[in-house]
Nanobody, 126 residues
Framework: QLELVEAGGGLVQPGGSLRLACAASGRSFSNYGEAWFRQTPGKGREFVAY????????YYADSVKDRFTISRENAKNTVYLQMNSLKPEDTAVYYCAARPNRSGRPIKSESAYEYWGQGTQVTVSS
């Protein structure tokens, strides 16, 4: 079992920044790549970003590229999402998720992920 707990959401004005954190506990963190997804009411979860355990591979959704940065601090079992130049359309519940390194499923597919956090609300509004 791997438990994921997100933190750092909140209310921010357009153009502002937030940093989300996802702390993992339980099973070996090194066996998983980590992703951030987001969800708005009435829609499915949308892939945001992904990072492998040894950061050789990072992927972003086109909608957040050049504004968001995913990183991880393996010594602290924590993954971060730095969000800059936030827009109202970034408003969503943000989830972190863990994908087994051995998985052959696409990183943008929810079904590739074994563990999910409870989510943290990000609201971008003036």
């Amino acid at each position: 079992q791997l438990e994921l707990v997100e933190a750092g959401g909140g209310l921010v004005q357009p153009g502002g920044s937030l940093r989300l954190a996802c702390a993992a506990s339980g099973r070996s963190f090194s066996n998983y790549g980590e992703a951030w997804f987001r969800q708005t009411p009435g829609k499915g979860r949308e892939f945001v970003a992904y990072i492998t355990y040894t950061p050789g591979s990072i992927y972003y959704a086109d909608s957040v590229k050049d504004r968001f940065t995913i990183s991880r601090e393996n010594a602290k079992n924590t993954v971060y999402l730095q969000m800059n130049s936030l827009k109202p359309e970034d408003t969503a519940v943000y989830y972190c998720a863990a994908r087994p390194n051995r998985s052959g499923r696409p990183i943008k597919s929810e079904s590739a992920y074994e563990y999910w956090g409870q989510g943290t609300q990000v609201t971008v509004s003036s």
